[in-house]
């Protein structure tokens, strides 16, 4: 049979431990509430981030579209002028040649420009999604830790009965040393 004092310590001991699994999961709770909002703040910077970069990607594409356009333009224009001027022959065909040189370099140059800028452009869509990725996985691992913090009801009467037997023992001890 357990003494009044054993039960009053393992009841105290059972309520603490309650008291404490209750706080735990209130704050597991919260833990998670911020979890999903912070994923969704994520995930919204994500796709910000991404949209500015396409925006960005499609005006360089406009851009170097309009140069390749005016360059275009401009080598016509030259190819005009040296039709206009009257003269024929081997100079005429050289200068046509070097305008349609300067023509496809010029093409060339906005082309690899582009590729590099598309490969950066990829870097940087990686980047956010790995950006991502590490908040998402950083809030995760903050939510589990909060419920792992969370006292098992097994552990708490084990505690309880532990606290009940402790004292009872201590009585017993008491009662031999008095003797």
Do not use: H, W
């Not at 050289?94 to 023509?103: I, K, P």
């Not at 691992?141 to 708490?156: F, K, M």
């Not at 017993?172 to 003797?179: A, L, Y």
């Amino acid at each position: 049979m357990c003494s009044i004092p054993a039960a009053i310590s393992g009841g105290l001991s059972a309520f603490q431990g309650l008291a404490m699994q209750g706080a735990a999961k209130e704050k597991a709770e919260g833990t998670f509430q911020q979890e999903v909002e912070g994923t969704q703040s994520a995930e919204d910077s994500k796709r910000n981030k991404q949209l500015a970069l396409s925006e960005q990607k499609a005006s360089k594409e406009n851009q170097e579209a309009q140069n390749i356009f005016a360059k275009n333009i401009e080598i016509l224009k030259a190819q005009s002028t040296l039709l206009s001027s009257g003269q024929a022959g081997n100079n005429i065909s050289l200068l046509f040649a070097d305008l349609g040189r300067q023509g496809g370099n010029f093409k060339e140059s906005i082309r690899q420009d582009l590729e590099s800028f598309s490969r950066q452009y990829d870097r940087n869509i990686q980047g956010t999604e790995s950006e991502y990725q590490n908040i998402r996985n950083r809030l995760r691992s903050n939510t589990i830790t909060a419920y792992n913090q969370i006292p098992s009801t097994g552990s708490i009467i084990l505690g309880a009965a532990t606290s009940a037997f402790n004292t009872e023992l201590s009585l017993d001890e008491n009662i031999f040393n008095r003797g």
